[in-house]
């Protein structure tokens, strides 16, 4: 999964990414920084997020993302910015959130290598059976997106517990 190696002295670079960045990933992104903190891991792993799309640059999370995180003591202080290839090379996971957003990186990929970060974080839910995706709460209600959250706390957890195995071992 990561490129670098547990020795290199380096943290660990995780992007999530969803569309806009002002709902998904932004919400994955206080929530893995809080997982990070609470296991002590915040030299070893660094986290941003980031959007396909350039709609929202420089603006802050969505108001109902903000409110199912504070719900959760989820703090979000985060400002839309758009995913760039160059970002390809910052980052050793890019987790994003739906098959669109895949799609969209993977086309953006300057190499194979560079795909192979692209993974969907939904698959590092071990409660979410065949769901892949995490869905996109934005038309939706303020339960869509508690639900969506839920998911992404759940996913995280497993994201973290994964690079605890892949390249924290000593962790």
Same mark, same amino acid.
């Given at each position: 999964?990561?490129?670098?190696?547990?020795?290199?002295?380096?943290?660990?670079?995780?992007?999530?990414?969803?569309?806009?960045?002002?709902?998904?990933?932004?919400?994955?992104? %206080? #929530? $893995?920084?809080?997982?990070? +903190?609470?296991?002590? *891991?915040?030299?070893?792993?660094?986290? =941003?997020? !980031?959007?396909?799309?350039?709609?929202?640059?420089?603006?802050?999370?969505?108001?109902?993302?903000?409110?199912?995180?504070?719900?959760?003591?989820?703090?979000?202080?985060?400002?839309?910015?758009?995913?760039?290839?160059?970002?390809?090379?910052?980052?050793?996971?890019? %987790? #994003? $959130?739906?098959?669109?957003? +895949?799609?969209?990186? *993977?086309?953006?990929?300057?190499?194979? =290598?560079? !795909?192979?970060?692209?993974?969907?974080?939904?698959?590092?839910?071990?409660?979410?059976?065949?769901?892949?995706?995490?869905?996109?709460?934005?038309?939706?209600?303020?339960?869509?997106?508690?639900?969506?959250?839920?998911?992404?706390?759940?996913?995280?957890?497993?994201?973290?517990?994964?690079?605890?195995?892949?390249?924290?071992?000593?962790?």
């Amino acid at each position: 999964m990561a490129n670098r190696n547990a020795s290199s002295g380096e943290p660990l670079r995780v992007c999530f990414v969803c569309m806009g960045n002002i709902c998904r990933s932004p919400m994955a992104e %206080a #929530v $893995m920084y809080d997982l990070v +903190r609470e296991a002590g *891991l915040a030299a070893s792993i660094e986290v =941003d997020s !980031a959007g396909t799309s350039g709609w929202h640059i420089g603006k802050s999370p969505d108001t109902r993302a903000l409110e199912a995180a504070k719900k959760q003591g989820v703090y979000m202080a985060h400002r839309g910015r758009q995913f760039t290839r160059g970002d390809f090379d910052k980052f050793d996971v890019i %987790a #994003v $959130m739906d098959i669109d957003n +895949r799609t969209e990186l *993977l086309g953006m990929a300057p190499n194979a =290598d560079e !795909a192979s970060k692209v993974r969907l974080l939904r698959t590092f839910d071990p409660d979410a059976q065949s769901a892949i995706e995490i869905a996109d709460p934005y038309y939706g209600t303020a339960s869509d997106f508690e639900r969506a959250l839920d998911e992404i706390t759940s996913s995280c957890t497993g994201l973290l517990a994964s690079l605890r195995v892949e390249y924290l071992q000593d962790h």
